[in-house]
Nanobody
Framework: QLQLVESGGGLVQAGGSLRLSCAAS????????MGWFRQAPGKEREFVARINRSGVNTYYADSVKGRFTISRDNAKNTVYLQMNSLKPEDTAVYYC??????????????????WGQGTQVTVSS
């Protein structure tokens, strides 16, 4: 089984930056496509970013494109989400997710096999 643990969340002012980490254990991270999702209070969990097994290809939600960067270090079994120019609407619990098959609707929760417990990001105005 693959276990995922997010870290790096916290409180930041609008315009600031934060880097989230997702540490994997139990399996080799390079076997998985990885994604980040987020869920704001009272809202559905939404797709944020995805990265392929090698880290060459990435895909972002329009709401974060140009501000967020997903990356991975397979040697460290870790995936990252660098968040710059943060806005209050970025406030949410951020979740790391793993997709073994690597095909399908990559923005949908159902396509991912494993999830972390989430880390809170709060952006103040």
């Amino acid at each position: 089984q693959l276990q995922l643990v997010e870290s790096g969340g916290g409180l930041v002012q609008a315009g600031g930056s934060l880097r989230l980490s997702c540490a994997a254990s139990g399996r080799t991270l390079s076997d998985y496509f990885m994604g980040w999702f987020r869920q704001a209070p009272g809202k559905e969990r939404e797709f944020v970013a995805r990265i392929n097994r090698s880290g060459v290809n990435t895909y972002y939600a329009d709401s974060v494109k140009g501000r967020f960067t997903i990356s991975r270090d397979n040697a460290k079994n870790t995936v990252y989400l660098q968040m710059n120019s943060l806005k209050p609407e970025d406030t949410a619990v951020y979740y790391c997710a793993a997709d073994l098959i690597g095909r399908g609707a990559i923005t949908e929760r159902a396509e991912y096999d494993y999830w972390g417990q989430g880390t809170q990001v709060t952006v103040s105005s």
